[in-house]
């Protein structure tokens, strides 16, 4: 109560006018982070919900929580190993806080500022759809990243990904991989190579992750040989290096469980999205050619490898940038893992392929959705034409 009432004489002070209104949108977002909205429906045809736009960031950030503690605590476990030391699991965890917190809070900084200046040019309340946004960002990068590097692909995400096109509700692209596919581009040498998926790596003492060294390799035996550093128990538990969120498989199958259990993210796109991406493997097994030995890979170690099983739980479950009818799901996954798939074989320049592939299908996400409704549409009518022909 005393927080409530405290926060209730601040509104008087930031309210349209009075001497801080300017600072009403920030208040607003605060408040209501804190307690749910006390505003109701006055007119026209509406539906009550107790879920709101936060109350589902909550949700999401709740299933983020698995492989956020994970890759936190695997920052300072790949540093220690580099090191050759044995370290418990606090020392690990606690490394891995200290290199992970200047990360999130540059990256809640930089574009937090971002969605509050458009709030008040706009006199529009903040959205909450940073919350997720700021955190999914330090997950998808390497921990090697320089700060200043974080705060330009944030602010670059939250600028171009979602106010250029309206705010949240209105963008085209996930705004978290806008963010990584920015810096890939822009900073190609802070995005790839061995030295920035472990934190202080020692000098001689390679960094590459199982996804690098399967890329680079060049004939079955080399494929084989990945195994002897990296067993399949350790890319499914998440014991390698790799960008700090999507190391843990088992993690990420936590959180897509907690996805799917509170309704946010949809089963649909995730089990589609497997599939597909488990067909293009299994297609590329068939055709395997001893010039490009990557089409060897198992199809089902595509899953453990990279950001594939992290970007379909939480990037192509996006319910803005996905697809938003039933069949369009199924065909929105299936085609993101497959394309994910096939440009990870096939295209040497872009070895991780999942990024790239969830961008391109956010931009046919609404052609998708077209198609199916006009489908949809096509069959009713026939089935209308049929009616009216046997009543005749």
């Known amino acids: 109560m005393g927080l ?38 006055t007119r026209g045809a509406h539906i009550r919900d107790a879920v709101d736009l936060k109350r589902v960031m909550t949700a999401v950030i709740i299933a983020l929580i698995p492989p956020l503690l994970f890759g936190i605590w695997n920052i300072g476990y ?33 574009g937090g500022i971002v969605e509050v200046i458009f ?61 990584r596919a920015f810096l890939f581009f822009a900073y190609p040498r802070w995005m790839s190579g061995d030295r920035v998926w472990i934190a202080d790596l020692p000098d001689g003492v390679s960094g590459a992750t199982p996804l690098a060294q399967l890329s680079q390799a060049t004939s079955v035996e080399q494929l084989h040989a990945v195994h002897t550093h990296f067993s399949v128990a350790d890319m499914f538990f998440g014991f390698i290096p790799g960008s700090i969120g999507e190391t843990s498989t088992l ?29 293009m493997g299994w297609l590329l097994n068939i055709f395997a050619t001893p ?14 490898l990279g950001g594939f099983a992290f970007g379909m739980v939480y990037m192509a479950t996006d319910p803005v940038s996905s697809a938003h009818t039933e069949l369009g799901k199924w065909i929105y996954g299936f085609l993101a893992g497959l394309m994910a798939i096939l440009i990870r074989v096939l295209n040497p320049a872009y070895p991780e392929g999942v990024m790239l592939a969830i961008l391109l299908m956010n931009m046919f996400a ?17 089935r209308a034409e049929l009616l009216n022909g046997r009543n005749l």
């Open 4 to 41: 409530r009432n405290f926060l209730d004489k601040l509104k008087k002070k930031v309210e349209p006018g009075s001497k801080f209104h300017f600072l009403y949108a920030t208040f607003e977002a605060l408040d209501t982070f804190l307690y749910v909205p006390n505003k109701v429906t």
């Open 119 to 179: 709030a008040q040019i706009n006199h529009e309340e903040v959205s909450e759809g940073y919350l997720v946004t700021g955190l999914l960002i330090p997950m998808v990068i390497p921990v090697e990243t320089p700060l200043w590097m974080v705060a330009l692909a944030a602010i670059f995400a939250t600028l171009f990904g979602k106010e250029v096109f309206g705010g949240t509700g209105y963008n085209i692209f996930n705004p978290a991989l806008l963010a």
């Open 78 to 110: 790949q540093h220690f190993h580099a090191l050759g030391m044995h370290t418990s699991l606090w020392q690990n965890f606690g490394y891995g806080l200290i290199k992970f917190l200047p990360i999130m809070i540059v990256s809640y900084l930089a």
């Open 291 to 304: 010039t490009n030995p990557y089409m060897a890979v198992p199809f089902w170690e595509h899953w453990l």
């Open 251 to 279: 993690a990420i199958i936590i959180g897509a469980l907690i996805l799917i259990y509170t309704g946010v993210g949809s089963w649909k796109v995730i089990v589609s999205a497997f599939l597909g991406g488990a067909f």
């Open 366 to 382: 609404p052609l998708i959705d077209y198609l199916v409704v006009n489908g949809h549409i096509k069959k009713r009518l026939k």
